[in-house]
């Protein structure tokens, strides 16, 4: 299995094709997601942020948690205090 090196701010995942324009124009913009109830974004599948503070508590730094409002959190493997 193949693991990524470098560094990543966010990740988004989109369930549809995004065009040029709109990744130049939202890259670097935070973006809502959407709900049952909302249905902002509804394209939007993940959106992983992973600098959004350390509380020192492996078992919480680890889970990285999803913004798109589906609730898809997920977690580092191998997670390691000085990442």
């Known amino acids: 299995m193949e693991r990524l090196t470098g ?7 989109w369930k549809k094709a995004r065009t ?9 913009v935070p973006i809502g997601g959407g709900t049952n109830k909302n249905d902002a974004n509804i ?3 993940l959106y992983f942020k992973f600098n959004e503070g350390i509380t020192g508590t492996q ?3 680890e889970t990285v948690l999803d913004y798109s409002g589906r609730i ?4 580092i493997v191998n997670y390691d205090a000085s990442m």
């Open 20 to 28: 040029e324009e709109e990744i130049f124009n939202n890259y670097f």
């Open 7 to 13: 560094s990543l701010d966010e990740f988004r995942y």
């Open 43 to 45: 394209d939007l599948g």
């Open 59 to 61: 078992a919480l730094d």
């Open 72 to 75: 898809n959190n997920g977690r």
